[in-house]
């Protein structure tokens, strides 16, 4: 399986995030070394890997908060 690998800036492009969420919110806390990117050659840049990042970025959403309520139905947190 080949590897497309991106920059912080691409990678903010195709997900529409700025980059600096990307490098102070979502780097290591969304996205994990070593699954979602990764520092070639032991180096500080970083290079996002593409088809990790698809896979994985609607777990979250589909996995919200549903709060039962009294009556049967739910309330989306």
Same mark, same amino acid.
Do not use: C
């Given at each position: 399986?080949?590897?497309?690998?991106?920059?912080?800036?691409?990678?903010?492009?195709?997900?529409?995030?700025?980059?600096?969420?990307?490098?102070?919110?979502? +780097?290591? #806390?969304?996205?994990?070394?070593? *699954?979602?990117?990764? &520092?070639?050659?032991?180096?500080?840049?970083?290079?996002?890997?593409?088809?990790?990042?698809?896979?994985?970025?609607? +777990?979250? #959403?589909?996995?919200?908060?549903? *709060?039962?309520?009294? &009556?049967?139905?739910?309330?989306?947190?």
């Amino acid at each position: 399986m080949e590897n497309t690998y991106l920059t912080t800036e691409e990678l903010a492009v195709r997900i529409k995030y700025d980059v600096r969420t990307i490098r102070e919110q979502l +780097k290591d #806390s969304v996205l994990i070394e070593g *699954v979602h990117y990764i &520092r070639p050659f032991g180096g500080r840049k970083i290079l996002y890997l593409w088809e990790a990042i698809q896979k994985d970025i609607g +777990k979250s #959403s589909a996995a919200s908060l549903i *709060v039962p309520m009294a &009556r049967g139905g739910v309330a989306h947190g």
